[in-house]
């Protein structure tokens, strides 16, 4: 299963509380930047607008932090 699903099925499994892309890379146990791979942060961005995935500056539900987040509506 590529990053694209496994970051995708995350997103959902927490819906609809976000997550940031430092969580999901935590989480998920993915490298920050692959050589030619997409990053989480690229994936996240693709998936922004689609089945209902939005991005926005939001309270992450595992860090606690503010940082741009993705969540399921």
């Known amino acids: 299963m590529g ?3 496994v970051i995708e ?3 959902v ?3 609809p509380e976000p997550i ?3 969580c999901i890379i935590v989480t ?3 490298s920050p930047s692959g050589a030619g791979e997409p990053n989480a942060g690229h994936i996240v961005r693709e998936l922004a607008g689609s089945n ?3 991005r926005r500056k939001d309270t992450c539900s595992l860090c606690g932090e503010t940082h741009l987040v993705t969540r399921q509506k």
Request: glycine share 6%; with cysteine; charged share 40%.
């Open 3 to 5: 990053e694209v699903h």
């Open 20 to 22: 940031c892309d430092e």
């Open 13 to 15: 499994r927490l819906s």
């Open 28 to 30: 998920l146990r993915l």
């Open 9 to 11: 099925k995350l997103v």
């Open 52 to 54: 209902g995935f939005e």
